[in-house]
Nanobody, 122 residues
Framework: QVQLDESGGGSVQAGGSLTLSCAASGYTYCMAWFRQAPGKEREGVARIFTGSGSTGYADSVKGRFTISQDNAKKTLYLQMNSLKSEDTAIYYC??????????????????WGQGTQVTVSS
């Protein structure tokens, strides 16, 4: 069992930046950030393999968002720059502990955080 504890959400004006954090309680094979806006399906934002550090991003956030990790602290980060109103959503941290890593298009990660709200005003 892995507990995920997110923090760092809030309100920001368009063009601004926010950094989200997610502390994991145990071993993870890969981790990801997803988001869900009102009335929309959950969308994969970025993914990282915790061993190699290899990353992947949704086209909608490439060049603006950066996923990173501090393995010693078992903490995942999402640096969000040049925020747009369409980035407004609840952001969720997700983790998988083995047997491959789900694709961003498939929100089948085993463990999920409680979510943190990000609101971008234009």
């Amino acid at each position: 069992q892995v507990q995920l504890d997110e923090s760092g959400g809030g309100s920001v004006q368009a063009g601004g930046s926010l950094t989200l954090s997610c502390a994991a309680s145990g071993y993870t094979y890969c981790m990801a950030w997803f988001r869900q806006a009102p009335g929309k399906e959950r969308e994969g934002v970025a993914r990282i393999f915790t061993g190699s550090g290899s990353t992947g991003y949704a086209d909608s956030v490439k060049g603006r968002f950066t996923i990173s990790q501090d393995n010693a602290k078992k903490t995942l980060y999402l640096q969000m720059n040049s925020l747009k109103s369409e980035d407004t959503a609840i952001y969720y941290c997700a983790a998988h502990t083995g047997g491959g890593c789900p694709a961003l298009q498939s929100p089948t990660f085993r463990y999920w955080g409680q979510g943190t709200q990000v609101t971008v005003s234009s």
